[in-house]
């Protein structure tokens, strides 16, 4: 274990259409911080990643909070409770919190931050505890509440989801089929489709980089599709507005095409479908169903204990890697929920 | 009262982006047709107009049944039965249906057309009959249930509608304010904004053809808006789509800025908002809630008989004059509900 803490701190603004990268960031080192009263010092175990994460960093407007120059990059993580100032947590508890790209952080926790952001101690740990991070973390409650609150899926429904071989897609794909559905993915390339297929149990996929998506959804979908769960946006949610079931619902979860884009990205041309379908468009943030968390958490568990679930984890191994893990959210090339691991479990 | 037939009969398709005049149909002459057993004969009494009567005349795609050429406009009105062969019908009753731009037509009721389409006997008339083309029939409802059930429009919510002084708008705005809503009213021009605020006693209204309607929504729904009832589509609905309250919601009722666009219209740029503000936008189709017309109907005639409701009726004398009736909604000349009163009420 390094006894430094090792850092990357924001050193410019990427340019619009720029990929994340290291470029964008100092790595340095510093002190081991120190908790003071009602404080945790935590030793970071693993980092998720998040496409949100480019607009904390990028000038453009965002509903979220920028980081800014010569901060620590903020990102949620798992980690480990190492020395303790607060009558609730003891040394070895495990913790999913902000914790930023960093070896060591101190954390403030609150009833507050636990209600309304999911931070605090983990209540049931399993190992591996980037599992909290992932299907047992808030990327499963997206998933959960995404498509079956927002989505509103039920056995029999035709569920298409985009960036299926993503984060959020293979696990949305998966719920999807577990709850008894037809679940089509669309992916980027042909092994991302042949793994959603084979290993997630998609019943199909399609490749939007060499076929027709309009048409494939239109052999596939003949009758419409009744959830599409929208993780990309542009072109593909267009062609989706065009094979819509009668009161079909789409979830728009996210716009990776639109986070690095150049100027504003295009709108769905073909949302007069939704009038023509009577179908509807919603968004939604994870963070609304905090509450319910313990819900999706014995869910998801539920599922991952039966063997019905697979975590998806695609992992790197190193903080000083940190940039490239959440620049392959943007070159397409991670499978599954992209993480870094940056310290063993303990 | 005319012992001829008179029919508007399709000459041919409009050209994209051509507004709808008398050019596009023949004015023709015809005998009065005869009932089957089982059929009635209905003299027209009143017509009414609505945008998607454009695409049932053009070649573009659209959800509504085409007329080809050489047939009868198709139309919903009010008339009154002149002879009967059925047996639940009797001359003198009052019918809404599909009647067609013509003096007379035949009609097969049916409880199929009752139930599914609002095509039959009217159980209450109200005179002026021309109010079951209104407020007491599917305009009625649409404003009811698109903002009621689809809008979710509840007390003290803010409420946004464009095309204010339209048939739509206007019923809107008045059933947002009578459950006790903020209303603001979207319209081209300054004396169609003074009518929904004066007469119509909305909150505010916004001139898009002179104001910036982004900065002016800005000032009049400083949190937001909860709802919008879109009518328009277009620049109106990106400008609202930056001005919503958490978990708003967009009615997406029509979008005439697109009924006679050339090629396809953009979509809304800032659809991205949805997620930002966990909003969702909404298509529906008053004909969904036919079996609950009852509830609307009744909820209408009680603000009606009370004075809360301006039926907003807009009307032309003769049908000679309907290609003109139904231009006046795509050249924005009609205020509040168009109709045309083809002969009198009997």
Known sequence: MVDINRQWRLKRHPEPGEVVSADLFAFESGAIPKPDDGQVLVRTLALGTSPAQRSYISLGRSMHEKVKLGDVMRGRGVGVVIESRHPDYKPGDIMSASLGWQDYSVQT???????????????????????????????????????????????????????????????????????????IGIAGSDEKCRWVVDALKFDAAINYKTENVDARLGEL?????????????????????????????????????????????????NYGNLVRRRARMEGFFVLDYVERFDESEAKMRAWYDAGKLDPCEDIDHGLELMPETLASLFKGTNRGIKLNRVAPDP
């Not at 609150?110 to 990327?139: D, E």
């Not at 959020?168 to 679940?183: D, M, Y």
């Not at 789409?250 to 041309?269: D, H, L, N, R």
Request: charged share 15%.
């Open 221 to 269: 979908c003949p009758d419409g599709m009744n959830v599409y769960f929208d993780n990309v946006g542009g072109d593909i949610l267009d062609a989706a507005l065009d094979h819509l079931a009668l009161h079909a619902r789409i979830v728009v979860c996210g716009f990776i095409s639109v986070e690095q884009a150049v100027g504003p990205a295009p709108g769905p041309k």
């Open 109 to 183: 926790p609150s009833v507050h931050a636990q209600r309304i952001l999911n931070i605090g101690k983990v209540a049931q740990p399993v190992k591996p505890y980037s599992l909290h991070l992932g299907v047992l973390g808030s990327a499963g409650a997206t998933g959960y509440f995404g498509l079956l609150d927002v989505g509103e899926a039920k056995p029999g429904d035709t569920v298409v989801v985009s960036a299926a071989a993503g984060g959020i897609g293979s696990i949305v794909g998966q719920i999807a089929r577990n709850i008894g559905c037809r679940v």
